[in-house]
């Protein structure tokens, strides 16, 4: 179980002139929940669709679960794209069964789970329902069912959480945990980064077809200098002076981040503070969020990207 | 194995579901089934009974025309009988005037004249026997109108009844029998080579001919036989030298001794195989048209990845190959099965009744089809035509679904493929008359077309070189045809926008 579910080596995609993928390396360890983060052309999935195989890289290796494509072991694998389709005709149920048995399941085990997981998931009342009069949202869950039927032990979900509402977001985030828990490896495209914080144990953003960050989310956070926001109506600039306090940034009117160095304390703003009788009307001393983390980090070139 | 199986399976569940499917399945034999009943039906029920008037100035022609018209319908009256006659069990009245058939009489036959010296014409004494409703039927001039008046006037009087303004008096099977046509013979009809003088045809329809024509057939020989009698030939001699007729029969070397006549059975063959191409052309379109529809369908809502997330490009193109296919295939074993089987029923009928003695088994149409299908090479070379003309077409209307993500991207490259699709039907009549003739021989030859000539050319014994040759030329070109397609499959199914140039596919042909 030491040899990760996944690992990408120096991978290039080049369509033409144009770098998808640039010299691309990560590592999924097994039994985690994987994100894979980045903005709208970052080369998400071109770089999933390598992984599986669809599409072949334009150098570098890839290997999945210990193979050098994932057509070899494309029974352990299931994968939901980006764009969700179902075939309009075919029943629920069917679809489900339809693609666990190209993943290898007998006829009769292959109904068996679909009829299982759509009763365990909520969808019990629409087995019999034709795709096609089922909700985006119904029509979403079935086809994550139909990626899990097979009951993989590497899940790839791109964009897994668009297009569904609220409380369907809770059924998937479910589903995700509930496989991570039985040991399975999940790794999930998006830029809904409130997903990625609640459920990923370890994450890499791309931007541009090159790898920004890959690392666990206390990792992430800590890419970021620690910074205090607070409302004031006052000049904050006396606070230039206090030790451990390495900068004042305008974040709005009357909104101030003031960024910290290494391991200074906070509380340490709030004193400075009441001294220099600045009046504050909130002062939050939270981490960074994976927001921050992200648009730190592809801030800049995601505008441009996602015009190209 | 497998997976080309479960896409295959899901392809087929999924056109089998539809209507168009089984309307396809049904709506063959039902049209075979119309197609030949309906004429029958039509003749028999269709046309109600046409009433005509005939005013005749010269009073010479209009009895000529009424004993041959009168003539006429006696032979369907007769004609009926005699069909009435072959019943089984044989009519009572009729049962002693029925003849065996023999060699050279296929159907038993009754002895009319035996039976009107017996009975004296007089059908109505025949219990069961409805004679056929007569199609035309003279009536009297309506009252009011002199038919000595002048030709304008009398027309003037005939325009309403022809107008169907005034019927004529009821009848028993119409109660306002309309005056469908009106014929008059002007004064002076016939003298010379008047023209000026021609008989008026009135009708408001002038789609039916038949009245018409038949009169005019009538008095053109009458005119003809007075025109000889004035230059003092006898009619009689002329009537004998235009029956002679120049003797001729068909023969066929391939045929054993003593059965070199060519019949019925023979031309059906000869025949039978442009049926055959055609059934090929509709069937192989049809269900390449599918495989289009399908794989633009997958393509287009992006199912496609989980695909292929599954199964390599190289499954899915067989498993959809095998899918539709499968679909064709039970379509065409149902319209076979359906043609066979109502063929058999028939002839079985044909057959009981040829041992009753009222027919000759030699001459039934449904035992010459089914002879055909049991005999020849019809079906088996159908059946391996379908099967490499169709990997052939599906594979090229497949490939062109992977580039298309619109049917309206895939009428592009469909304009072209159809025109090469037409070449076959344009040939279908000229092959059948010259089966080894260059045309069909280089025609042949070429493996998107060899399905289609060749089974034109079937049961024309073409040389065994050209059976063997353009099979093992078909057949690697099919070979040829799945990998190239299979590349640019493997490329395409993937793309997304505007379907690639031409130049690129060379391109992804030579590298991936």
Redesign the interface.
Known sequence: MSEPALELRNVSKYYGEFCAVNDLSLTVPRGCIYGFLGPNGAGKTTSL?MI?D???PSSGTISVLGAPS??DV?HR?G????????????KAWAVIA??A???GLSSGDARRRAFELLERYGLKDFAQAKTEALSKGMGQKV?VL??IAHDPELVILDEPFSGLDPVNQGVLEEIVTDLRDRGRTVLFSTHVMAHAERLCDRLVIIGGGRRLFDGTMTEARRTLPHRVRLHTDDDPAPLRGVPGVTGLISDGPGAWQVELSEGADPQLVLRACFERAIRLQTFNAAEPSLHDVFMKLVGPSAREASFR | MRYIWLVGLREFLENARTKGFWIGIFLFPVIILVSGALPILLAKKGISTRHYVVIDQTGEFAPKVRTELGRQRTTEVEDALHDFARRDPAPRELARFIRASGSNQPLSRLDLDGWKRHAGSNYLTVSGFNPPRAAWLEVPVPKGINPSNDVPSIEAQLRPWLRGEFTLPPSEANPSPKLFAAVIIPRGYGVGTNESASLRYWAENTADTSLRDSIQRQLSDELRRREYRSLGVDPAIIARVEARRAPITDLNPRKAEGEEKVGMADRLRQWAPSFFVYLLWVSIFAVSQMLLNSVIEEKSNRIIEVLLSSVTPGELMLGKLLGVAMTGGIMMTAWFGSIIGMASVQARIFSSAAAAGAVNPAASLPTDVLSLFQSTWLLPGFAAYFILGYIAYATIFLTIGSLCNTLKDAQNFMGPVMLVLMVPLFLMPFIPRDPNGPIATIFSWIPLYTPFVMMNRITGSPPLFDVIGTGIVLVGFDILILWGCGRIFRLAILRTGQPPRIIELFRWLRNR
């Open positions: 669709r599986l669809i599409l072949r994932a057509l494309r694998i994968y939901l794209p980006e764009e969700k389709g179902l075939y309009k005709k075919m339809y693609f048995g190209l993943k086809q139909a990626s």
